[in-house]
């Protein structure tokens, strides 16, 4: 009932920056906290940031300083902007949401991103 859909992935150069971008659309009344995670070839999927409706802000440390997560919630649309870009970032980022239906009793939901694949590298 609810989709998320990612854009903004791409190859960039170590130290190049990218933005990406997540829109949520379906039945939504209500949205709670937007985040993004990340998962390497052979790794387990990371959490990487979150941003709550409040607009508080948390950060993985591997991240910090260099990410920003920002929401636009008249869209129900939130970014990860990601300057100095490192090989180790290369992953799939995923975004993920939570928050209430607009049914008659809100139900919660949870709901992922189908992936955007991001690459560091020269």
């Known amino acids: 009932q609810v989709q998320l859909v990612e854009s903004g992935g791409g190859l960039v150069q170590p130290g190049g920056s990218l933005r990406l971008s997540c829109a949520a659309s379906?039945?939504?009344?209500?949205?709670?906290?937007m985040g993004w995670y990340r998962q390497a070839p052979g790794k387990q999927r990371e959490w990487v940031a979150t941003?709550?409706?409040?607009?508080?802000?948390n950060y993985a440390g591997s991240v910090k300083g260099r990410f920003t997560i920002s929401r636009d919630s008249a869209k129900n649309t939130v970014y990860l902007q990601m300057n100095s870009l490192k090989p180790e970032d290369t992953a799939v980022y995923y975004c993920k949401t939570v928050g209430s239906l607009a049914t008659s009793d809100h139900s919660g939901f949870t709901s992922w991103g189908q992936g955007t694949q991001v690459t560091v590298s020269s």
């Open positions: 379906g039945s939504i009344f209500s949205i709670y906290d």
């Open positions: 941003i709550l409706s409040s607009g508080h802000t």
